[in-house]
């Protein structure tokens, strides 16, 4: 189809309506972008937004892209600064807008703490007595709610062990803290969500702060000590692990819970594939959570801040050196001239490789530990409770393009 002026102003009102309206089903309106602008200069904030699996792929590992704090933060229309000033000090150190050659030195740091495919396999005693712990107790009430008091009471604990903050503590203000710093990787960000982030940062920073100071000179494994560690050998300055901590620990348990429940009810919907899986799970577990990841992933959009260092052609349109570009993986995902039948479960699909964790230098560092939390889940759930029924067949989706999941997804647990 040859882009005219009407298709660009469709595609930008399709994009006003996935950024500002509640989609429960957003994939009819991707797969429209899709059609009408693959490659799409959006007027409303001067970024590029991409919806095709082999351009998306293309741009996630292109070397000539960097990141930029300053123009990410740029976004919201920004006259408030000093109600932001906690968040925005936190995020210009966190690694997503580090560049190389410093970021490999980073990144290698918080991947020895825990994040190889190796190392992760350690935690799978951990994590399947704290998801046991947690269906034993749901049994006798006969339902749970998979995000609630399954997704985030796992996950919670498990980056608490990871940084060295075990216990059993509220996790209440975690909930909170990430629901506060979620909405501002959307494209268009409003100053009061970056108030509310700011808020949010102080809490969380004077939290991890306070924990951060008695590592010093201590020799833990844990994640706070080895980047304190890192710190002291000059890796990471003070700000950097505090920052960090903060990223890792809110990545690590957001992302993951909103990922089990969109799991749990894309396969509670798809009948025949919940019941093709509970005939024999440990075996068909793997591609399973890799065709979840693509057909419901919780994260469908990269945040706005790779920035093109030259001119970048793609095969419908050039991206000028200095522009911004959104990859939306979650409308790659499901390009139909990737993925035959897109729109259809099949947890037997071959050669999935979703998009899902984005790709390149950046990817995502914890993709190996929500995998695994997703494999034991998944299993767990459909060796116990092979008659598991959705209690509301329409759960509320959060808002947004950028994040995907589910408010609550309350379950029977038969
Ligand atoms: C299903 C769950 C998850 C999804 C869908 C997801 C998705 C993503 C995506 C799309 C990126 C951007 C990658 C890029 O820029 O190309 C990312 C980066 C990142 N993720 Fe995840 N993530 C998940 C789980 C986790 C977990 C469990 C952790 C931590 C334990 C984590 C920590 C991070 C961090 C720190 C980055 C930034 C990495 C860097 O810039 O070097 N994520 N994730």
């Known amino acids: 189809m040859t882009t005219t002026p009407a298709h660009v102003e469709e595609a930008d009102a399709i ?21 009408l602008d693959p490659v799409h200069r959006s007027s409303m904030g001067n970024f590029w937004v991409l919806t095709r699996y082999d351009d998306v792929q293309k741009i996630l590992k292109d070397k000539r892209f960097v990141r930029h704090f300053e123009d990410f933060h740029k976004r919201s229309s920004g006259t408030d600064a000093d109600t932001k000033r906690s968040f925005a000090e936190s995020q210009s150190h966190w690694l997503i807008f580090s560049n190389p050659p410093e970021y490999h030195a980073k990144r290698a740091v918080y991947n020895s703490a825990i994040f190889s495919g190796s190392r992760v396999k350690d935690l799978r005693p951990l994590i399947t007595s704290l998801t046991d712990e947690l269906l034993n107790s749901a049994t006798d009430r006969g339902e749970i709610d998979i995000v609630g008091q399954l997704g985030y009471q796992l996950t919670i604990k498990v980056m608490g062990h990871i940084m060295g903050l075990p216990g059993n503590a509220d996790i209440q203000p975690f909930i909170d803290w990430a629901a506060a710093v979620g909405p501002t990787f ?6 009061s969500v970056l108030r509310t982030a700011d808020k949010a940062m102080d809490k969380l920073n004077g939290f991890l702060g306070d924990r951060i100071k008695q590592r010093h000179g201590g020799s833990g494994e844990d994640l706070l000590s080895r980047s304190v560690a890192a710190m002291e050998a000059g890796t990471l300055t003070e700000e950097e692990v505090l920052a960090n901590a903060g990223l890792l620990y809110i990545a690590g348990f957001e992302t993951t819970t909103h990922f089990l429940g969109n799991a749990v009810y894309s396969l509670l919907r798809h009948r025949d594939q919940w019941d093709l899986f509970t005939s024999d799970p440990a075996r068909l577990v793997d591609g399973a959570v890799e065709e979840l990841l693509r057909f419901e992933s919780s994260v469908q959009a990269e945040p706005p801040h790779r920035i093109a260092t030259e001119d970048i ?11 911004t570009v959104v990859p939306l993986m979650g409308a790659a995902n499901r390009d139909p001239e990737r993925f035959k039948d897109p729109d259809r479960l099949d947890i037997t699909r071959k050669d999935v490789r979703p998009l899902s964790f984005g790709g390149g230098i950046h990817v995502c560092i914890g993709q190996h530990l929500a995998r695994l939390e997703a494999n034991i889940v998944l299993v767990e759930l459909a060796r116990r409770f092979p008659g598991l029924q959705l209690c509301d067949e329409e759960p509320e989706w959060l808002g947004g393009i950028t994040a995907r999941g589910l408010r609550k997804l309350k379950v029977r647990l038969t």
Do not use: C, K, N, W
């Open 15 to 35: 994009l006003r309506r996935l950024m500002t309206e509640h989609q429960s089903d957003p994939y009819p309106l991707f797969a429209r972008l899709r059609e």
């Open 186 to 191: 959307e494209p268009l960000v409003e100053d």
């Open 313 to 323: 052609q793609l095969p419908t349109a050039t991206i000028p050196a200095g522009d």
